[in-house]
């Protein structure tokens, strides 16, 4: 691996009161999403991490497992394991736009769309369930005939929608249709995340099979890469804005930087104590937030 100038920047200690599942960048900010229900931002200027004060973010009954923005950063989506998604005004310091309550089991990880105009989750059923983030009216519910949806992204051109499944499936959709568009195959296990590339034309996914796969989705969803060197479960992936490298994070409490054209990793980070659920890009891919469950988020700087 490369020993370049990638560090560690800041490590912040019980940045919630349990652990850390969900992260996400908002410029100089950084959103998280705890199990103690908890949404937090987080200011980064100056690298000092502190937390953004009159903060009016709602509360999860139960532990926070997603957190997402939108394109123009304004709007930001939060659900938990309660089965409510909250859609926070991020310019209003996360004042409530909607709160969608959906019957048991019909959410688990969710994102707001790149337009800021609906919400999407994965369903412990098997559905992809979209609702207005304005209205919190349910648009549409996708049956992907899987299990159990452990991750759900909508592509940034808005297009697509991928998902990952209990039974080591990928999937993309077409969002206006709801129409299957390609099955990814290549994972023995659970995919637990997925993250497309800033133009939409790559995806990546992350499995319990603790490989991550880089899939087409322009010549048919067809396999690109394999890149294995994590011990455990892959918890979360993320592309790099320049399309050029990703993160991943993973059970094993380590977070990886690879690049995609040398197939290998860059750097690994092993300052979690315990297993990493989050992993997550800021604008310009030169900073990097994971979050964890030892109640911490760690920040580095990447070169």
Known sequence: EHTNM????????????????????????????????????????????????????????????????????????????????????????????????????EVFSSCITPSGQHVLAGSQSGNINIWDAGSGLKDQAINTACKFIYAVQC?????????????????VYDFETGKRVHTLSGHALAVRSVSFSLDSSLLLTASDDQSIILHDIRAAGSLVSNFQGHTGWILSVAFSPDQKRFASASADK???VWDISER????????????????????NGERLASASDDKSLSFYKIQ
């Open 155 to 171: 592509s940034p051109d808005g297009l697509s929608v991928a998902c990952g499944a209990a039974e080591g499936a990928g999937q």
């Open 254 to 256: 380590k977070v990886k």
């Open 264 to 283: 290998q990793a860059q750097h690994t980070f092993s300052e979690h104590t315990d297993q990493v659920w989050g992993v997550a890009w800021n604008d």
């Open 6 to 105: 990638s560090s560690v920047i800041q490590r912040h200690e019980n940045a919630h009161k349990d652990g850390v599942w969900a992260v996400a960048w908002r410029r100089d900010r950084v959103l998280s999403g705890g199990l103690d229900g908890m949404v937090r931002m987080w200011d980064t200027n100056h690298d000092a991490y502190t937390k953004e004060e009159g903060s009016k973010y709602a509360k999860h009954s139960l532990g926070v497992v997603s957190v997402s923005l939108d394109k123009s950063q304004a709007r930001a989506a939060s659900s938990g394991l309660d089965g409510i998604i909250h859609v926070h005004d991020v310019t209003d310091k996360g004042s409530t736009i909607c709160t969608i309550k959906s019957g048991p089991g």
